[in-house]
């Protein structure tokens, strides 16, 4: 390969690195974005040993909501219960969450976001 067929070459890899660079730009709300909405929010599932051990509290989770409003990976930022399943019951609901999604300058873009999920026995 002659040098400005590589010179070429890398210069567009670099021109298609920034382009996936930008395109997975992740903002906070505030400074112009806007917080995406709830379109549809589902409830976590008490787990039977949950109920047993008479947990209550919240779940805390962080997100990613995509520009089509779907939930990206959720994680939990503070645990109520890794024992008894109530975490991953708090991060299977979120999942299934569904926003229209926040904006900036109009036009959605990914925003990172955080839910409560509230666990009561009744």
Known sequence: M???ARLAAIAA???L???IAAAQTIYSPGN???LPKVVREVKPEYTQEAKDAHIEGTVLVETVVQTDGNVGDVNVARSLDPTYGLDKEAVKAAKQWKFKPGTKNGEPVPVRISIELTFTLK
Do not use: N, Q
């Open 13 to 15: 890899a670099l021109v």
């Open 17 to 19: 690195a920034a382009g």
């Open 32 to 34: 112009g974005v806007t």
């Open 2 to 4: 002659k040098v400005s």
